[in-house]
Structure formats: C-alpha cells, structure tokens
C-alpha cells in the first residue's frame, strides 16, 4: 500500500450500479500457484440509472489473462483497484463479458478470496473478497445466479446451490438462487462427510453434509444435530423452510471469523464444528450449536433476503443473531441465556460503545468495512430488534416478519425498509424508534423513586445520552422499561409491565398500593442502558431472593457483587456478610436451576470493573482490581467452605457425558465450587477431579482452578502430553496458561510461548488463543511496566502485512486506553503512534489505529 490516505465510503453517496448482472458462469481451474478463473458474466444497462456508462467492475491482484465482449476480444488495463471498459466500447442492450485471470490461492495470507488451509482450497468473500477471485460488481445489490464448473485433482469438489455433474476431477454446481458475490464460496480438497437428511415442512429432500478432514469424521455428530433443530426451528417458529436439495457445512482451520453462511454451502473456522465430549468443552457445544444455527438462519436473513449495500449489515447480522439467540434460548433456558447475552453486551458492546471505536448500529461511513463486523452492529443490532418485539408485541412482530419476508424476498433491503414493515403492520410511527440505528452511544438512565405514603409510588427516569466519537448531539431515544413491584415481604404486587419513555426525563406512577414496593427496574434486561440506580444492600438482596424476573434475580447479585467489589478496591473495605450469606442461599438452593447458580456465583470480571469504575469517575488501577477480585473470591471461598465438598459431589454426573444443557449446568455449578473450594483445600479436590475427568469440560474446568491458585504444573504437561496433536484443544493448551497467569509474569510468559514450536502465529486460531489472551488478562495486560502494550503492538505489526482483518480485529484491545492513568494512556497512545507508523501499514489496522487515537 501507499501512504495516501485511504477513501473514505459515505451512506449518502449510494447509487444503483449501472449495469444489472443477468446471469453468471464460473468455471475454476484449481493450481496452488496459477488457478485460472474465467467468468461469464450476462450484463445489461439498468433501467434505474438511465444513460450509457462506463462499466467498472472491482478486481485486486488480479491477472488479467483476457477480456471479450460478445466474443469479441477487448483491450483492457486493469487499476489497482478493478477495471473499467468505457461506455463506448459496450453494446446499447445486453451483452456477455467473457474475462479470464489468474490468482495464486497459496500465498493469500489474508484469507480472504480464494486461498489454501492445509492443502484444501476454500474461499471466503464476504464482505468484499469476491474481487480477488474475478472481475465482478463486488457489491451486494447486485444479485444474479450462478453456475460454476470446478476443475481440479480433488476428491471432492463443492460450491453453492445444486450439483449438477461430475466426474472425475471435475463437478458443476448450479445455484438458481440470486445471490450477491459475497455469497460465493468454493471448497476442493480431501474431505470427508459426516452425513444426513431432513425433511421440509413442504416435504422437500436436503441432503445434509458436514465435510471435514479424515479422522475428524467421528466429531461431527453434534454440529449436525445443531443443524437439523435449527432446520425445524426456523419452519416452527418464522415459517422458514430450506429451498436447495443439498445443504453443505464445510470445517476449515484457517479463518478469519467464526463462520460463513455462503448459500447452501456455510464454510466453518473448524473449531466451530468439531466437537467430541473428550475434546469439546460444555462452552465450546454451546458455541457450535449458536453458530450453526446462526449461518443456517442466514439463509432467509441475510440470503434470500440481503443488504442493500454494508452500511446496512445490521439488516441481517442483527437480527440473525436475534434469531440464533432465540434459538438457543428455546433449546436451552431463556433465562440463562438472556444473562449470558447480556454479560456479552455488557463486555464487548457497552465497551465499545463508551470509547474511541463507538459508531452506530448502522454507520453511515466507513474506510473499511470488514472494521465494522463489531459487536455494535451484532449484539446491538439484536439488541433493538428485542426493544422493536417488546413495543410491539409478539403477534405484531410476527406479522411485521411476515410481511418482511413477503415483501422483500429476493430484495437487496435497507433498515428503511425494515422499519417500514413495523410501521404498516402496527400503525406505530418509528421515526424517533430509528435513532437506535443512527446515534451511536450507551443510554445511561437514573430513576428517582417516590412513595407518597398513602399507595401513590413514582418512578421519575432520566435519560443521559452523551456525545460519541463525529456525534456530538443526541436526541432523546425510546427506551422500553419493563417494570415490576415487589411488597417487602417479596411477593410480587405488581407484575411485568412495559413503561415507554420517549422524552429525557419522564415520571410513572403506580396507584393502590398497600406499602412502600420495592421496584425490579428494566426486567429482562428490557433496553441496552446503563442503569444508574442506588439501591440499599438488603432491597438488592430482597430482590436476589425473591424477584420473579430470572434476569433481575441475577442482576441484583450482580450489582451487589459489585458494590462489594468497588469498595473493596476504593476504600480497601471487606466484603460485608449482606452478599456473602445472599450468594449462600442462592449456591445451596436446590430449588434453582444449577446453571443460574454457577452464573451468579461468577465474580465481576476485572475489565468490567474497571470500565464500572471509570464510569463512576475513578480512574481504574488494574492491579488494585486484580488483588481485590482474588480476594473477593477467597472470602466467598471461606464463607461457601463448608458446604461445598458436598455440592461438588452432589453435581458428579453419573453415565456418560451428554452436551446438553441441563448436563451442562451441573457441570458449570460443580466447576464453580470447584474453584472456590481450591482456594481454601490447595487445589487438593481440583487434582483429582482433573485426573479423573472423562470429558474436556473437567478436564480443562479443573486444570484451571488450579492455575488459577498457581499450581497444576504437572498438570498442564500431561495435558500437552495427551493434546499436542490435537489443534483446537492445543489452542486452550495455550490460551490458559496466558489467562490465569499473575500480572507480573503475563507478558513473559506471552512471550515464552510465542517462542514454541506449536505456536504456529500465521493461524488465525492460534494467534488468537495466544495474543488474544495477553489482551484478555486485564491485570497483566494493563501492568503498569508497558510490557503487554508492547508485545500487543510488535505481534499486531508482525501480523498486519499477512492477515490485515485478524490484525486490525485484535487491535481493539488498545480501545479503552481513555480509562486509565496518564501513563498507561501515554504507553497505549504511544504503541498506537508506532503501528501508525509502520511502512505499509494495511487499511484495516491503520483505520482502527487512527480512530483510536481519536484523529
Ligand atoms: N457473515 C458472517 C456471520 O455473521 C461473519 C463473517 C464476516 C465471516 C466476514 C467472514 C467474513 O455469520
Ligand atoms: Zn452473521
């Protein structure tokens, strides 16, 4: 690259193309180092933008071998960028663009196009790869179908749609489904499948395929039983069915993201299929079953029905992920998941939010779009179509679908027409609804409570919404409240009830009541806000006891935990008998389903402490947190001490090891008294429950306890001695050591394993599972001698030239540098000025690291 400022792409700039593509044939001739690429593209003026034009089309490393149009051949020079044929060269109607190139898939380091992992060829074109593939619209309002013929010396041979033929050494597929490029997806090599069929609601036959590499073939079975529920799920619940005759899941190890949902052919980072209970943690079957369903849900939100161009990605990655969440919520607990969902928002969203990288759910621009695949347009973008369904109403919204499906299939759409759908089936006016989508930023929301002493109670609600980076007004946005009242006895007397607050500050009142309530706020976790809200210790308890809102039953422990926590940390106070006998009950009541226990007696983590402090205008010392939280988590030891051999036994699960869920929470709850117990037994318990696992949920479960209290050396080298074939568990083999390691030592020990021969750093996975948990372990990432900034900033510099977007995705760990004192700021900004000043810094990590300077 050059040192010219990159482009910067406005919403407001949108233009149909010029051009519709009518059809398009592909044929692949596959070689490591020359695959040739022709491409028949059917083209003709759109009628939408009248008058003769240039035909551009995007291309990036691109050897052009020929061009002919209509048979005839041209002339052309391809740019750095793609190709323009002049409008005068073109025919008036329609005509066939015939282009053949060559591309080298072996050295794409990036992973993006085509490129090889481990000598299979696989491709990935979202958002804009297509164009490193061939000449082509590389946007996704251009659909067309496609055929492809695929020549190589490869067992088997896969793209998108129908196969039509093949022989030896060759295969044709055919998708009748418009599809935009980034849609595209190519797979050869030496796979194996892991088979089966489903049935549509219409009685349509798919053939299901999870292609893997031999030997893998045996971990498989739980990624398609994930794939046949969300099959049946999404006819069950949106009335969705599948419309090819095969569905293929192909399992990759080098790739940038978690997965792809290509039409009919969903291309895996392989850690997100493969799965046996001696190598998959209970965490790690969650993920596979979300995923899948996630990509298989694409297939309506996001396919059929696409973005009008990126600044639209929310349209589908929000609600896809609105849909897989429901999903697991349906397979799984509602509540359970509810909590962990908002503990993800909370950690990754509200973090963005609140610093440098804060935009809005839809951005209106953008210097590279693959920056913006963030937890914003995700779990945010989930988030307001939550508040759209509470406003509305289950049965408004599911007519709003309906209707969004009706109208739209087949469509490139926008938010616009999104929110169109809600308007005309509920007559609502959206139009201030809308700034969820626009104004970038956290809510924070304060409540002030009022008890006339004679049944009158009002809750008065404020609504701060402060300046984010190019946004510096807000106006005012509509917030769902779901509120419920409890007596002081616990009873509930008044029951969920949405309050919607349109205006800054807002009062509600509740009339004939017998006593003074005390109020659950925000049930459910109703608006992603930040609730500013003073409650006395015994109410946060009262609630913790007895609020009939799972997710406000959990939040009350929470706050109360951190309370305990920040005076812990700013007035070096104890934590109090209040949380500890509270979380008592909660560990030791039966009554509780064991995965809700296990996640309320999960500590506040250290970031998000950190970013509570911040935001109550201190400045964080990670240090202090580290010390505190590890003695918070003693004290709960001591207080729990008694009890806990018992539960631990108590939760053994006898038989075999099944992933399910309810499984799956008595492991979560026997782990979380495991590590209690270790730090008041040694880690004596943790030992041998890591000797005796049979499945890598305990076996990883217990070799962390006791790395978390600094033993289990031993440990950790049999556990290599076991795993050092197997890649994915080997990547946990990495990440722990870097996670549960004391600040002092987390840079060394970083570094140290940078130096291992398994550390093979060109693999997304694995640089994520080292470099991604020096970041992750706030203390010694955030130590106070620079070091973790440091070994941050040489590996993202060593990465950037090879594998931009992984590089410029794990930059964000600088995001929250604004928290801290002025020398960790001075260090942060300091590592952010040297990458920025790397020669040939790529687009990707050099708009990351300039928005986070703030320039
Ligand atoms: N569209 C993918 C998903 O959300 C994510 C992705 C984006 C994958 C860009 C690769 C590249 O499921
Ligand atoms: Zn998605």
Same mark, same amino acid.
């Given at each position: 690259m050059t040192n010219e400022t990159p482009p910067t792409i406005y919403l407001a700039d949108y233009q149909p193309w010029t051009h519709v593509v009518q059809s398009v044939h592909l044929a692949f001739r596959l070689s490591p180092t020359a695959t040739r690429v022709t491409a028949q593209l059917h083209l003709a003026p759109n009628p939408n933008r009248p008058g003769r034009h240039d035909l551009r089309l995007d291309g990036e490393n691109l050897v052009l071998i020929r061009a002919a149009i209509n048979g005839h051949q041209v002339k052309a020079t391809p740019d750095a960028t793609g190709l323009t044929l002049p409008a005068a060269s073109l025919p008036a109607g329609p005509f066939l663009l015939e282009t053949e190139v060559q591309i080298a898939p072996?050295? &794409?380091? !990036?992973?993006? /196009?085509l490129y090889m992992s481990r000598g299979m060829y696989c491709t990935q074109c979202? !958002?804009? /790869?297509f164009r490193k593939i061939t000449f082509y619209?590389?946007?996704?309002?251009?659909m067309a179908p496609f055929k492809v013929r695929i020549e190589g010396d490869y067992p088997v041979l896969l793209s998108n749609g129908n196969p039509v033929a093949q022989g030896p050494g060759w295969a044709e597929w055919d998708d009748p489904w418009p599809k935009p490029a980034y849609l595209f997806a190519v797979v050869a090599g030496n796979l194996v499948a892991h088979s089966g069929s489903f049935t549509t609601m219409s009685g349509r036959h798919v053939a299901l395929n999870v292609w893997v590499r031999? /030997? $893998?073939? #045996?971990?498989c079975a739980y990624a398609l039983d994930s794939l046949i529920r969300s099959m049946r799920w999404d006819e069950t619940t949106y009335g969705r069915e599948y419309d090819l005759d095969v569905f293929n899941i192909v399992a990759v190890?080098?790739? #940038?993201?978690?997965a792809m949902e290509n039409k009919g052919l969903n291309i895996f980072n392989a850690r997100y299929v493969l799965a046996s209970p001696e190598t998959a943690t209970d965490d790690d079957f969650g993920r596979i079953e979300a995923i899948i369903a996630h990509e298989y849900f694409h297939?309506?939100?996001?396919?059929?029905i696409t973005c009008r161009?990126?600044?639209?990605l929310c349209l589908k990655e929000g609600l896809t992920v609105f849909r897989d969440q429901q999903f697991t919520g349906d397979m799984r607990s509602p509540a359970v998941k509810r909590i962990e969902d908002v503990l993800t928002l909370r950690a990754r969203q509200f973090r963005e939010d609140g610093g440098p990288l804060a935009h809005a759910?839809? =951005? $209106?621009?953008?210097?590279?779009? &693959? #920056?913006?695949?963030t937890a914003t347009v995700y779990e945010k973008g989930a988030e307001v179509i939550g508040m759209l369904k509470r406003l509305v109403g289950d049965a408004a919204y599911d007519r709003a679908l309906t209707l969004y499906f009706d109208r739209h299939d087949g469509d490139a759409a926008t938010i616009e027409d999104w929110l169109a759908v809600f308007e005309e089936t509920t007559?609502? $006016?959206?139009s201030q609804f809308k700034r969820w989508y626009t104004q970038a930023g956290t809510p924070r929301v304060t409540v002030d409570e009022h008890w006339d002493g004679a049944g009158r109670f009002t809750l008065t609600f404020k609504q701060h919404n402060f300046a984010t980076p190019g946004q510096p007004h807000k106006d005012p946005k509509v917030l769902p409240l779901a509120v419920g009242l409890l007596n002081? #006895?616990?009873?509930? %007397? %008044?029951p969920t009830t949405l309050l919607e607050m349109t205006q800054n500050k807002q009062s509600f009142t509740f009339d004939g009541l017998a006593t003074k309530p005390v109020a659950s706020i925000?049930?459910?976790?109703? !608006? =992603?806000v930040v609730l500013d809200r003073s409650v006395s210790p015994e109410d946060r308890a009262l609630l913790l006891a007895h609020d009939t809102d799972p997710f406000n039953k959990w939040e009350a422990g929470r706050a109360l935990a951190k309370e305990v926590l920040a005076r812990m940390v700013t007035d070096r106070a104890q934590p109090g008998p209040d949380w500890l006998d509270a979380l008592a009950r909660v560990a030791f009541?039966?009554?509780?389903d064991p995965a809700f226990r296990a996640l309320a007696l999960r500590l506040p983590g250290e970031d998000d402490m950190a970013q509570t402090l911040h935001m109550a205008g201190h400045v964080p010392d990670p240090a202090v947190i580290h010390t505190a939280r590890r003695q918070m988590a003693q004290a709960l030891a001591g207080r729990l001490a008694q009890g806990l051999p018992g539960l631990i036994v108590s939760l053994a699960e006898p038989g075999p090891f099944t992933p399910d869920a309810v499984a799956a929470g008595r492991r979560a709850l026997r782990l979380a008294a495991l590590s209690l117990l270790s730090r008041v037994d040694d880690g004596a318990r943790a030992a041998t429950v890591f000797a005796q696992a049979d499945n890598m949920t305990e076996e990883v479960g217990a070799l962390t306890c006791l790395l978390d209290i600094g033993r289990g050396q031993a440990e950790l080298a049999s556990f290599h001695a076991r795993w050092s074939d197997d890649r994915t568990v080997m990547d946990k083999w990495f990440a722990l050591q870097i996670i549960t390691s004391a600040p002092d030592d987390t840079a060394r020990i970083t570094d140290t394993l940078t130096r291992h =021969? $398994?550390?093979?750093?060109?693999?997304p996975n694995r640089f994520r599972s080292v470099i991604g948990a020096l970041s992750g372990n706030h203390a010694g990432f955030h130590h106070a001698s620079g070091d973790g900034y440091r070994l941050l900033a040489d590996w993202l510099i060593r990465l950037d030239p090879l594998n931009p977007q992984t590089a410029a995705r794990m930059s964000? !760990?600088?995001?929250?540098?604004?928290?801290?004192d002025a020398d960790r700021q001075a260090m942060i900004r300091g590592e952010l000025q040297r990458i920025l000043s790397?020669?040939?810094?790529?687009r990707d990590l050099g708009e990351m690291a300039s928005r986070m300077r703030g320039d």
């Open positions: 072996e050295g &794409n380091t !990036a992973l993006e /196009g979202e !958002a804009e /790869g619209p590389d946007r996704p309002d251009v031999p /030997g $893998d073939e #045996n971990r190890d080098d790739f #940038n993201m978690g297939n309506w939100t996001g396919n059929r161009d990126w600044f639209q759910v839809r =951005p $209106d621009s953008f210097i590279e779009i &693959n #920056n913006f695949y007559g609502r $006016d959206l002081p #006895n616990g009873d509930e %007397v %008044v925000l049930r459910g976790f109703s !608006a =992603p009541d039966e009554s509780l =021969p $398994d550390f093979d750093w060109k693999t964000t !760990a600088f995001e929250v540098w604004g928290r801290y790397t020669p040939g810094l790529s």
